[in-house]
């Protein structure tokens, strides 16, 4: 699960595309998909405050002070079909990842990156959630760096998280603009590295993902994605036709 960043992926960070993403702005296609999403938050049900409630009793003290947020436990319990000890080792990774990678510590080679538009945030859906916007077309493999540019879309979700997000909103969705794309703008190795780094450290994160404007080669790029994602992953993203306005 998550961010395909995310999705393919949440998640290549990239763009710049005229999709308006306003509830009242898109087709009753895209609207009939939103109703079908999960919600913005993790509803608690009596199974899920048992497993909460059992989770938090076994949680070691190095995580605690850090997973003192309820939406929080419940994603990683979720994300691991609420098994509680395949949770805390996944929380006890992500703190480990954190703690070495830094994800809002950006190096200044990453704002020349920032100004390609590859990626930006664009309104939010009818529930509140944030829309990421990414514009293959804006994507070029020779000029970019692979590192460089999961760093920016990392650094990118911890300041929606901070800043873009309401109160009772947990997730985002994505919308990947490939139109005008061309094989130039291919880039196999940013959407696997991207996709691993989301699904292992943002669980839950993740919403949905709509790909728009696919040229016809891009079955290729997703049957190469496509086994690096989970099957919930896999589920959170939809291709979208041409009455996708």
């Known amino acids: 699960p998550g961010m395909l960043f ?29 109703d079908e999403l999960p919600g913005p938050s993790i509803e608690v049900s009596d199974h899920a405050f048992d497993k909460l409630e059992e989770f938090r009793a076994q949680m070691p003290d190095e995580i605690k002070e850090w997973m003192d947020d309820e939406q929080q436990c419940l994603r990683f319990l979720r994300s691991r079909k609420w098994d509680v000890k395949k949770a805390i080792k996944l929380a006890t990774d992500v703190k480990s990842w954190r703690e070495e990678y830094k994800p809002l510590s950006i190096p200044p080679s990453i704002n020349k990156l ?19 916007i990414l514009a293959g077309k804006n994507h070029w493999p020779k000029e970019s760096d692979t590192e460089l540019d999961v760093r920016l879309s990392v650094y990118m979700l911890e300041k929606s998280f901070r800043k873009r997000m309401p109160p009772g909103v947990h997730n985002f969705i994505t919308i990947f603009d490939l139109r005008g794309m061309t094989r130039k703008n291919q880039d196999l190795s940013m959407l696997k590295g991207l996709a691993k780094t989301l699904q292992a450290n943002y669980p839950e994160r993740q919403a949905y993902t709509f790909i728009i404007g696919a040229p016809w080669y891009f079955r290729m790029i997703w049957a190469g994605v496509k086994p690096w994602l989970n099957k919930d992953t896999r589920n959170k993203i939809r291709m979208l036709g041409s009455d996708w306005k």
């Open 114 to 132: 920032r100004m390609t538009r590859k990626a930006f945030w664009a309104g939010h859906d009818k529930l509140g959630r944030p829309c990421l």
């Open 6 to 34: 995310l999705f393919l992926v949440c998640v290549c960070v990239s763009t710049s595309c005229c999709v308006v993403v306003s509830s009242n702005a898109l087709s009753p296609t895209m609207c009939g998909l939103l």
